[in-house]
């Protein structure tokens, strides 16, 4: 059976799974009740200075809904903690007293000043919590008071007070990322020459989620308006893992820990971060929408899959799919497939055909014989997966590469050799171009 023990930044947990700094982290409470369900550990929501900001007295969350009401995207104007500091460093005390075998890392935000920095990384050591999470991606109500993504948005803050909060603790000290900025590299450099002991990605997304056009104002609206809040959920997952890749790949953050965050739902989503880079995962929206026993199917589900693969271990299989991850202009454009229907799987309802027809490239026909029946033309198929994407049956349409040698009957070119736009004769600017490979007259 696999063992799913990992090290995070010195940190060590019975599980990858944690629970990111919301909500769910927001007390004792509900932190002992997430180790019970079986959580390897959590981010204690944000602390910061007394007195205790104050959180809004209506509704804090809003929601994209899929078809059938599921929760897909998930909106927070919700600040950090309310509550008193002292209150929460006695649980967080208690808790990891409690628990020593769970992770209990501390988020934190306070203003961009050393003294107030270093002051309260010391109080936070005494409780025995095993690290701290510096927030620099809140992306409302905090930022507006100088903290959170006003800090994580620039390079130069989240270096300098990285440096404070390293040079005031023997804890690790992992950076908390902002994805509202133009590319996360410079943010993970800085955060990395700061000193770092790992970073944690991605925090939520700007988003206004919806506007009461009855009320006239975003929706939801407190006293009739709105504000923009950090969007989370699935839909965030795509954003989160090219980021995680991106630091995972890129030569001068290689190395460093990755905490994933974004979407994450399923044991599947878990190993989807892992594999781009990710030692461990934190989760928020899944376990405030379906409660903190989806860990057990998430454990479960990892563990099994392991074992098919025979990892023992995820550092066995922590990063293996980043290397994978390149730039456009390195893909091989002599690769070649073609869409293909499984017949006996077709349902007829013409959703191929109709996204092929309409925006693509007209490559599927509607009718055999005067009936209702969707093939592929291959004359004409690019190979681009919109019908497959399109298809409400899982596998009914498959892409098929083509063989070396074989001939591409949209082209009439052979496939096989391997150019990349650095070396197709298209590109202007290619070295040593090489041509296509023709069919046989």
């Given at each position: ?174 950076v908390k990322l902002t994805p509202n900025v133009a590319s996360i590299l410079p943010p993970a450099e800085a955060a990395k020459r700061g000193g770092a002991d790992a970073v944690s990605l ?70 989807e971060f892992m594999a781009l880079g990710a030692v461990n995962v934190q989760v928020c929206t899944a376990a405030m929408v379906y409660g903190f026993k989806i860990v057990e199917e998430m ?113 009439g070119l052979k496939v096989g050799g391997h150019r990349t736009w650095l070396e197709h004769p298209n590109n202007p600017m290619a070295t040593n171009p090489r041509p296509a490979k023709h069919?046989?007259?």
């Amino acid at each position: 059976m696999a063992d799913l023990r990992t090290s995070f930044a010195g940190i060590t947990s019975p599980n990858p799974f944690w629970l990111a700094s919301a909500p769910p982290t927001d007390k004792a409470y509900n932190v002992v009740r997430a180790f019970k369900a079986g959580w390897g550990g959590v981010v204690w929501k944000t602390l910061g200075e007394d007195p205790p900001i104050v959180n809004v007295s209506g509704p804090r969350y809003g929601a994209i809904h899929g078809s059938d009401r599921r929760v897909i995207g998930f909106n927070n104007i919700e600040l950090i903690t309310d509550r008193p500091l002292e209150v929460n460093l006695q649980e967080i005390t208690q808790v990891k007293r409690d628990w020593p075998d769970r992770a209990v890392v501390v988020s934190l935000m306070v203003p961009c000043q050393e003294p107030n920095w270093t002051a309260i990384i010391k109080r936070v050591e005494q409780t025995g919590a095993d690290g701290v999470e510096l927030n620099f991606g809140c992306p409302h109500g905090m930022s507006e008071r100088g903290m959170g993504a006003a800090v994580g948005q620039v390079p130069e803050y989240i270096e300098m007070v990285t440096r404070w909060c390293k040079a005031a603790t023997r804890m690790p000290v992992i950076v908390k990322l902002t994805p509202n900025v133009a590319s996360i590299l410079p943010p993970a450099e800085a955060a990395k020459r700061g000193g770092a002991d790992a970073v944690s990605l991605i925090n939520t997304v700007n988003a206004l989620m919806g506007v009461d056009i009855d009320q006239m104002a975003p929706w939801p609206h407190i006293d009739g308006y709105g504000t923009h809040g950090g969007m989370c959920g699935s839909v965030v997952k795509p954003i989160a893992l090219n980021m995680v890749s991106a630091i995972a790949r890129h030569p001068a953050t290689q190395g460093l820990p990755i905490s994933g965050i974004g979407g994450i739902e399923k044991w599947r989503d878990a190993a989807e971060f892992m594999a781009l880079g990710a030692v461990n995962v934190q989760v928020c929206t899944a376990a405030m929408v379906y409660g903190f026993k989806i860990v057990e199917e998430m454990i479960a589900g990892l563990s099994e899959w392991m074992d098919q693969k025979g990892y023992a271990r995820p550092e066995d299989f922590v990063g293996r799919a980043a290397p994978r991850k390149t730039e456009w202009q390195h893909l091989n454009l002599d690769y070649v497939v073609k869409a293909h229907i499984d017949q006996d799987l077709c349902i007829k309802c013409g959703r191929c055909h109709i996204g092929c027809e309409d925006t693509s490239h007209q490559a599927i026909s509607s009718l055999k014989d005067g009936q209702r029946h969707f093939e592929v033309i291959e004359e004409e198929c690019v190979g681009c997966n919109l019908c497959a994407v399109v298809c409400p049956i899982e596998n009914c349409i498959t892409m098929v590469p083509l063989r070396e040698g074989e001939v591409d009957r949209r082209t009439g070119l052979k496939v096989g050799g391997h150019r990349t736009w650095l070396e197709h004769p298209n590109n202007p600017m290619a070295t040593n171009p090489r041509p296509a490979k023709h069919a046989a007259e």
